[in-house]
């Protein structure tokens, strides 16, 4: 029994069963970013946007603490979970359906946040051309806070001893306030190591009363960038007074950092 049409074209995996997952299994995954968001956001004054906000895993809670933020997606899918989630908490928020590339907005915005997109199912091209469109949308002054997983080209493609894995025999697996369970299990299909570019293949499965009814298969490109790179590109976006610090901490990176938050001024 299909619930969901499958989704095998396009660029990212945010969609159907995924989109689901995240709409249903995000409320408590890393606490401390909202904690974080919201301290840095509050030092740096409003109106915000949340681009890349998913379901509103940051959005919402951010919302509810008192600040005027609104949220863009590539994913209709997952945006409705998100509108779901607002409507469901008594708010107005105002979620816009666009990929960070296009970004087309009415207004500008004094702090623009990402966490958790940046490089997500594009390219160089068009991973720069979105921190372009943030600049455009800050105010004068305004300031970009992201997140990112800094690597290593040769790093990465020493992962890789085949051009294509194999499924693993598990997944993550949860249950669904509905009782039924979506499990997930992802695997990597190439690397090329000139451009840092990796594909890699979700599966989603969902079973009710222990029996698969739906499986979707998605296929995402990630690219994969040192902290060199991701500097170099906000310079080139127009960002000025560029900081780099350890996770979700004030210290400033000495290099194989896991995450690492960048700020850059318009």
């Known amino acids: 029994m299909d619930l969901y049409p499958d989704r095998t074209d396009t660029t990212t995996w945010h969609y159907g069963l995924i989109a689901r997952w995240w709409g249903e299994f995000n409320d408590t995954w890393e606490i401390d970013d909202i904690d974080y968001f919201h301290r840095a956001i509050t030092a740096q004054g409003g109106p915000v946007l949340d681009v890349g906000c998913g379901t509103g895993r940051l959005t919402i809670p951010l919302s509810i603490a008192g600040l005027e933020i609104e949220g863009t997606d590539v994913s209709g899918d997952m945006l409705d979970w998100a ?57 004068p002054g305004g300031t970009f806070i992201m997140d990112h997983y800094p690597t290593n080209g040769e790093d990465l493609a020493s992962r890789f001893t085949t051009a294509e894995q194999s499924w693993p025999d598990s997944g993550d697996r949860k249950r669904a306030v509905d009782g039924d369970d979506i499990e997930l299990k992802t695997r990597s299909l190439d690397f090329d190591a000139k451009t840092g570019s990796e594909t890699r293949e979700i599966m989603a499965l969902l079973y009710r009363n222990n029996q698969e009814i739906q499986r979707q298969i998605f296929t995402l490109k990630i690219g994969h960038y040192s902290v060199d790179d991701v500097e170099s590109m906000l310079r080139t976006a127009g960002f000025d007074e560029l900081q780099a610090t350890v996770g979700l901490t004030d210290l400033p990176p000495k290099g194989k950092e896991r995450r690492i938050v960048l700020r850059g001024v318009a």
């Open 83 to 139: 509108r779901k989630r607002s409507k469901s908490n008594n708010l107005n928020i105002k979620f816009h359906e666009q990929a960070t590339q296009e970004l087309t907005l009415p207004r500008k915005y004094q702090t623009i946040i990402m966490c958790g997109a940046f490089g997500l199912g594009g390219n160089r091209a068009t991973d720069l051309e979105g921190l372009k469109r943030i600049h455009a949308h800050l105010r």
